[in-house]
T-cell receptor, first 114, second 112 residues
Framework: DAGVIQSPRHEVTEMGQEVTLRCKPI?????LFWYRQTMMRGLELLIY????????DSGMPEDRFSAKMPNASFSTLKIQPSEPRDSAVYFC????????????FGPGTRLTVT | GENVEQHPSTLSVQEGDSAVIKCTYS??????FPWYKQELGKGPQLIID?????GEKKDQRIAVTLNKTAKHFSLHITETQPEDSAVYFC???????????FGDGTTLTVKP
């Protein structure tokens, strides 16, 4: 299995631009998670999908952040407009079903907003 | 909301010694406690987990203990090896509410 695939691996953008991060979960996994990791705030769960439906988005920091999962094999995390404080590593993870099962993390996308 | 505290933030041990990392949590609704290992430039990887109906779980050199009454859980690594060097994160999850909170991480260094 290829594991969780994220793209791009690195993104550098200017403040105010729209950023779209992409994730392909492991085939057969029904749950998908988006995390953000920074030195200041550590690892934070942003949003969690189960069977393509958002279960909890209380971790999404602001209305500038949105996430979609149009089908079982693809998800996006969009930031519009981006700000320097959004600079972080964004991880996508998937599991067979929910939080009780092992989450497999992707390699992450390092976002830098200048 | 849930608050997870992890200690120590850094830990240095000699190869072959044991390492212990401790976490406390605040929300009694948390029922699932995974531990992750993160190597530089990579995503976290689950190394062991425990559910709230179990007090201890062991997998070769790694073990986790859970004290629900005191709301704390610990990771124990025995016979440490240099390849155990990494950042370790604990997490407390309320699987019914779909919430997961991570500790701040412990940087473990195993000296050969």
């Amino acid at each position: 299995d290829a594991g969780v695939i994220q793209s791009p691996r690195h993104e550098v953008t200017e403040m105010g631009q729209e950023v779209t991060l992409r994730c392909k979960p492991i085939s057969g996994h029904n749950s998908l998670f988006w995390y953000r990791q920074t030195m200041m705030r550590g690892l934070e769960l942003l949003i969690y999908f189960n069977n393509n439906v958002p279960i909890d988005d209380s971790g999404m920091p602001e209305d500038r952040f949105s996430a979609k999962m149009p089908n079982a094999s693809f998800s996006t995390l969009k930031i519009q407009p981006s700000e320097p404080r959004d600079s972080a590593v964004y991880f996508c993870a998937s599991s067979k079903q929910g939080l009780f099962y092992e989450q497999y993390f992707g390699p992450g996308t390092r976002l830098t907003v200048t | 909301g849930e608050n997870v505290e992890q200690h120590p933030s850094t830990l240095s041990v000699q190869e072959g010694d044991s390492a212990v990392i401790k976490c406390t949590y605040s929300d009694s609704a948390s029922n699932y406690f995974p531990w992750y290992k993160q190597e530089l430039g990579k995503g976290p990887q689950l190394i062991i987990d425990i559910r709230s109906n179990v007090g201890e779980k062991k997998d070769q050199r790694i073990a986790v203990t859970l004290n629900k009454t005191a709301k704390h859980f610990s990771l124990h690594i025995t016979e440490t090896q240099p390849e155990d060097s990494a950042v370790y994160f604990c997490a407390a999850s309320d699987t019914n509410a779909g919430k997961s909170t991570f500790g701040d991480g412990t940087t473990l260094t195993v000296k050969p």
